[in-house]
Nanobody, 114 residues
Framework: QVQFVESGGGLVQPGGSLRLSCVVS????????VAWYRQAPEKQRELIAS???????NYADSVKGRYTISRDSAQNTLYLQMNSLKPEDTAVYYC????????WGQGTQVTVSS
């Protein structure tokens, strides 16, 4: 099974930035699309950003204009640049297939607080 290993989370003040990384144990060039998800306390996991094989990106309205998804296909690594962070961005962040996600990693905790 494909494994996803997320890193880069932490505690940041409102308005700050973080860059998350996700190392994938397979050739992401073969994936139709990969995505970042997040799950806030007592809320369902939601897809927030995706990038297709051809490089087309999509974002949830809640992060549009603040987050940027990118990838390094040679390193099988997915990135999420997060700017202008808000307290409501606090969540565990995961990466996975954009369609039929499975075998979730442990995620990386992002806490936005003063």
């Amino acid at each position: 099974q494909v494994q996803f290993v997320e890193s880069g989370g932490g505690l940041v003040q409102p308005g700050g930035s973080l860059r998350l990384s996700c190392v994938v144990s397979a050739n992401i060039r073969l994936f139709v699309a990969v995505a970042w998800y997040r799950q806030a306390p007592e809320k369902q996991r939601e897809l927030i950003a995706s990038i297709t094989r051809l490089g087309t990106t999509n974002y949830a309205d809640s992060v549009k204009g603040r987050y940027t998804i990118s990838r390094d296909s040679a390193q099988n690594t997915l990135y999420l640049q997060m700017n202008s962070l808000k307290p409501e961005d606090t969540a565990v962040y995961y990466c996975n297939h954009a369609y039929s996600p499975s075998n979730w990693g442990q995620g990386t905790q992002v806490t936005v607080s003063s």
